[in-house]
């Protein structure tokens, strides 16, 4: 199993909503990964947790907050959202941070801020 | 600061016709270096990667690329174009040792011609 799900597929959600996106593997991967995506645009990364662990934050703004209750799990809580945070967000993971191990990447979840 | 540059947003060419996707890199020392493809409406696929062996690499789907440190280059071709490689193609660096921090290049789009 190579799989990286993500639930939802699409988000909808107003500026004073709460959510959370969710990411899945169960390929025994230790490092995890959320990527942003806005359109027509590279992925950029977000967070890196290896271990369960918060390991990398690229200054990403305190209304995403990241959290790895287990190793199979990764989830991005959204709060006080802005329009211009509407893009796909990707989850990764991959077996270890660093080195040359590959990162999977699941089909994101496309979110929408009005 | 590392980085790469993909020349040709939009690379259109016929089916059965050699693929060629330019990427050149910046970095002090020669980094990893990685393709990946994404389908329309879904997340990213590995398609091959560069980390310091041999210098021509072959990935999936009949792809291929080779590292050139003289040209600063990491180009992807595939020898006859099928109509399923229709995509977003990502030339991506990372610093050696650290495949965690992927930079994505701007991405090229690849469109067959029937």
């Known amino acids: 199993d190579t799989e990286v799900t993500q639930t939802p597929k699409h988000l909808v959600m107003g500026m004073t909503n709460k959510k959370s996106l969710k990411c899945e593997q169960h390929m025994g991967h230790r490092a995890m990964y959320w990527y942003k995506q806005k359109a027509k645009k590279p992925p950029e990364l977000m967070f890196v947790?290896?271990?369960?662990?918060?390991?990398i934050n690229e200054s990403v703004p305190s209304r995403f907050s990241p959290e790895c209750p287990n190793s199979s799990l990764l989830n991005l809580h959204l709060h006080a959202l802005q329009p211009e945070d509407s893009a796909l967000y990707l989850c990764?993971?991959?077996?270890?941070?660093?080195?040359?191990?590959?990162?999977?990447f699941g089909p994101g979840t496309r979110l929408t801020v009005l | 600061a590392q980085s790469v540059t993909q020349l040709g947003s939009h690379v259109s060419v016929s089916e059965g016709a050699l693929v060629l996707l330019r990427c050149n890199y910046s970095s002090s020392v020669p980094p990893y270096l990685f393709w990946y493809v994404q389908y329309p409406n879904q997340g990213l696929q590995l398609l091959l990667k560069y980390t310091s062996a041999a210098t021509l690499v072959k990935g999936i789907n009949g792809f291929e690329a080779e590292f050139k440190k003289s040209e600063t280059s990491f180009h992807l071709t595939k020898p006859s174009a099928h109509m399923s490689d229709a995509a977003e193609y990502f030339c991506a660096v990372s610093p050696v040792g650290s495949a965690s921090k992927i930079i994505f290049g701007s991405g090229t789009r690849l469109s067959i011609r029937p």
């Open positions: 947790y290896s271990y369960e662990k918060l390991s």
């Open positions: 990764a993971s991959s077996p270890r941070e660093g080195g040359t191990d590959t990162q999977y």
